[in-house]
């Protein structure tokens, strides 16, 4: 049995704190957070007290095809093809490490078939960003993608008209969420010196990837949208 879990088990770092790895400590801060490290917690005891066989997984933000539009990248994208404001919490200073989720399958997999029974493997891109500036980048790949198709525009001409080049104006700071975290990051020492795991995708390359697939596959996440 193999168990999915997140880097949200371990709680929050300082800016200078060094990353998560499989030894540091549970601390989740919000219920949500501690309803993934409870999983965590029975996974491990059906190992112990059952002898079931066992892996876990705790993987840093995924991104990429298929991410439903409420999360950060993909509501970004989806807002600024609306003409929507881009809510940013907060200062926008909270940092993640941002993994292309072909990536995390790609790490899952090495796990099934490498990993040692009991194990906890910690999944991560070596990607550490803070939220405004995904929200930035985000921004001016767009900029560039309207700027340079002129399908897109007819195909989004409000968008097209209101963002004129920039659609960081769309960028909106709201309250803070309650318990949020303010930073996560992975070392994926253990997974990377026994699996032999590494990412393959840039987060160049996974984000245009990303961004590419939604400005496409708009009947996929337009009935999801609100």
């Not at 807002?79 to 809510?87: C, S, V």
């Not at 940092?95 to 906890?120: M, P, Q, S, T």
């Not at 900029?143 to 004129?164: C, G, H, M, R, V």
Request: aromatic share 12%; charged share 25%.
């Amino acid at each position: 049995f193999h168990h999915v879990s997140t880097d949200e088990v371990y709680g929050t770092l300082e800016p200078n704190d060094p990353a998560f790895t499989e030894d540091t400590p549970y601390a989740p801060n919000s219920p949500y957070s501690a309803s993934k490290a409870a999983s965590d917690h029975l996974v491990r005891a059906y190992h112990h007290t059952y002898g079931l066989e066992v892996t876990t997984s705790n993987c840093s933000n995924n991104y990429g095809p298929y991410h439903f539009p409420e999360k950060l990248i993909p509501l970004i994208i989806t807002n600024i093809l609306h003409n929507k404001p881009l809510p940013v919490y907060g200062d926008g200073q909270q940092i993640r490490d941002w993994l292309y989720v072909e990536d995390h399958a790609r790490g899952i997999e090495l796990v099934l078939k490498k990993g040692r029974i009991g194990e906890n493997y910690n999944i991560g891109g070596h990607n550490e960003w803070a939220n405004i500036d995904i929200v930035k980048l985000v921004c001016e790949k767009m900029n560039q993608a309207f700027a340079t198709s002129t399908e897109l525009q007819e195909k989004y001409p409000d968008a097209a008209k209101a963002i004129k080049g920039r659609a960081e104006n769309l960028i909106t700071y709201v309250t803070d969420r309650a318990g949020h975290d303010r930073r996560y990051a992975i070392d994926a020492t253990k997974t990377n010196n026994e699996l032999q795991y590494k990412p393959e995708e840039t987060f160049e390359s996974g984000i245009t990837k990303t961004i590419d697939w939604y400005l496409v596959n708009d009947s996929w996440w337009k009935p999801l949208s609100n």
